[in-house]
């Protein structure tokens, strides 16, 4: 059997510049400007960032090394469908915009989750921070462990080796230099990625015959397909999953998660706000087709000889260094910079996370413990929380090895979670007589029923009826096979970055009406969990807030709900007193304070200060 090349001197020297850069950027920061001596600069960098590079932050974020590695590998697998997610990235961006950007702006918060004490209580603020938490810290070792897992079975990168170093190198800049190197440093490794991924779609091109010829291929095997139609939710992607599905997963990404809220809310105005939100969405576009098209021409170049049935890979997301290692063998340093390419979408990632669970666990567990002290001990605070969840990201990494198939489920989460969090954050927003009562049921109860979907779905796939056996040739690129010893009894299931939480499971049906809509839910798409999980939260949080009386007598800072939803609706409920810092006012001059809100700086809304805004008095 053939060789696959191995990493160069050459390789490793441009993957540890930028590494190097990384850090260096990590220490400018700490030594620089006002040094990270206060929980703004640290956590929120002063809010004084512009639009660009937190775009480009929130686009590095998005392509963690996960998505670079399992999007070209589901566009091979499946055809250009994928691509209708881009849809998603443009309409999110209205309601986010329009709807809820304004009052988490307005409101001046660190944490996301502050905004649910003040519209809520304070079970239902910890009770969100607690699952946020949990989904990151998890996600984090998940996101760290599963590249460097793909990439040491390819190109014989150390796993253990680089697992330590990015961490140690992602906890370090993270620590030292706060939000300001996050930003900047993801600004750096959106450039990485963006060369990398261009590298890899020309070369390939290239060694393929040309475009046109990956075009021809493609098309001729029904490989380019763009609008499946079919209105079930069942199938994993069609044009209605991934554009309307999608469309609340990405809301549920950047209107209720903390990572994307405290970065766009690190920004000079609300109006740059919006603008980065604006510049997000075709960078993201851009990288999703760049994605799309190294899926087709790695599909070109293994049209006839698929490498996993070939026995040359154990899983589709070791696919892509696969093809880098053949393509770009003659070219010193391009595999190091494949490779820089995909771990810098790790590192913007778990950059992003470290910061965000500082800032949660800071604003939501500690800081009401810490009125007696100095901000210099508040940050110190900080940063140990940043240090602390760095230490817990490598040891998920640790834990991510041990849990082989069950990883799958916990990737799941990630996306499992934030349906029920777009939903609570939608009741406080736009459903004025909403109480804590329903929200903290509401909440509950979506995700249980988002569990309930996700586990089932895990369950069912792992017992659905083995696929049979492929046929595939006996040699192919120097490698010869037998397609028994793969595909026969004793072959394992292998972990796959690129299907996890994506596969619909092919459930045999068995008799009768209940147990097949049973099947039914378990087979729905993964891309409509997130608005399962909302309207669950919705519609059991306002019929439980009816049930209890809804918000009367309850005083509500108007700021809590969405400017659109006052506008629309003129005046709010009787009982709903809404009162500003200096008296209350009338509801027909709440338009004009929003338009005036950007110009004049507000006051950082917490609860148990500005007792007339946050105090909740309810009548009997």
């Keep these: 059997m053939a060789t696959v090349p191995q990493f160069s001197v050459a390789d490793y020297a441009v993957f540890t510049v930028s590494l190097l850069i990384s850090t260096g950027i990590g220490l400018y920061y700490a030594l620089t400007g006002g040094k990270q001596r206060t929980t703004q600069e640290f956590l929120m960098a002063d809010r004084k960032m512009s639009a660009v590079p937190v775009a480009m932050s929130l686009m590095a974020s998005f392509c963690s090394a996960i998505a670079l590695l399992g999007q070209p590998a589901e566009v091979y697998r499946n055809g250009s469908e994928y691509w209708m997610l881009g849809f998603a990235y443009f309409l999110m961006l209205p309601p986010v915009v329009f709807l809820y950007l304004p009052v988490f702006y307005q ?5 996301c989750y502050e905004y ?17 938490n949990i989904q990151m810290v998890l996600y984090m070792g998940i996101v760290l462990y599963a590249p460097a897992l793909a990439l040491n079975a390819v190109t014989g990168v150390d796993l253990w080796g680089t697992v330590l170093a990015l961490g140690v190198i992602c906890t370090f800049y993270t620590t030292v230099g706060g939000m300001k190197a996050v930003i900047w440093t993801d600004t750096f490794q959106t450039v990485v990625i963006l060369a990398g991924q261009l590298a890899v779609l020309i070369q390939g091109s290239i ?56 970065r766009y809310l690190s920004v000079k105005s609300e109006r740059a706000a ?12 851009f990288t999703l087709l760049l994605s799309c098209l190294i899926g087709l021409v790695m599909y070109a170049r ?22 880098v290692m053949e393509i770009m063998r003659s070219l010193p340093g391009m595999p190091g910079l494949f490779v820089a390419c995909i771990f810098s979408g790790a590192l913007s990632t778990i950059s992003s996370s470290l910061n965000s669970l500082a800032a949660v666990t800071l604003e939501d567990v500690i800081r009401p413990f810490t009125k007696n002290m100095s901000e210099t001990k508040i940050t110190w605070i900080s940063k140990g929380l940043a240090l602390t969840y760095g230490v817990f990201c490598i ?36 459903c004025p007589c909403a109480n804590s009562i329903g929200a903290f049921v509401g909440l509950l109860s979506g995700l249980a029923v988002s569990f309930w979907i996700g586990i089932g779905a895990f369950v069912s796939r ?82 439980v807030s009816v049930m209890s009386g809804c918000s009367r007598g309850r005083r509500l800072d108007p700021r809590t709900i969405s400017p659109v939803c006052r506008w629309m609706c003129q005046c709010l409920p009787e009982q709903v007193a809404l009162e500003r810092e200096h008296g209350t006012e009338e509801c027909h001059q709440l338009q004009a304070d929003d338009n ?24 009997l």
């Excluded at 293994?302 to 154990?314: E, L, Q």
């Design 302 to 323: 293994y049209a006839d000889c698929d490498p996993k049935a070939m026995g040359r890979i154990d899983s589709y997301d070791q696919l892509l260094p696969l093809f």
């Design 395 to 430: 040891a998920m990494a640790w834990v991510a090895s041990q849990l082989g198939g069950v990883l799958q489920a916990a990737l799941s989460v990630f996306g499992l979670v934030g349906g029920p969090l777009l939903g609570l954050f939608s009741l406080g927003m736009f």
């Design 462 to 543: 792992y017992t659905a009826q083995t696929p049979p056996i492929p046929d595939v040739p006996q040699s192919c690129y120097g490698f010869t096979t037998n397609s028994t010893d793969i595909w026969g009894p004793n072959s394992t299931m292998q972990f796959s970055v690129s299907s996890l939480g994506t596969e619909t499971p092919n459930v045999t049906v068995s008799a009768g009406t209940e147990t097949q809509s049973v099947d039914n839910i378990y087979s729905l798409s993964y891309l409509w969990y997130s608005l399962v999980g909302a309207s669950v939260v919705l519609i059991i949080g306002l019929l």
């Design 107 to 111: 409101l001046k918060l660190t944490s």
């Design 116 to 132: 649910l004490e003040l519209r809520f209580s304070k079970p239902v603020r910890l009770t969100a921070t607690f699952v946020y």
């Design 207 to 262: 060694d393929v015959g040309g475009f046109h010829k990956v075009w021809d291929i493609a098309t001729s095997a029904k490989k380019v397909e763009f609008f499946d139609l079919d209105p079930s939710p069942l199938p994993r992607h069609s044009f209605w999953t991934l554009s309307v599905g999608g469309t609340f997963m990405m809301m549920a990404l950047y209107a209720a998660n903390q990572a994307t809220v405290q």
């Design 274 to 285: 919006k603008v980065t939100l604006l510049v997000t969405a075709p960078t993201l576009l």
């Design 596 to 619: 005036n809100i950007q110009e004049q700086p507000n006051d950082v809304l917490k609860p148990g200060f500005n007792s007339s805004f946050a105090e909740v008095e309810t009548s």
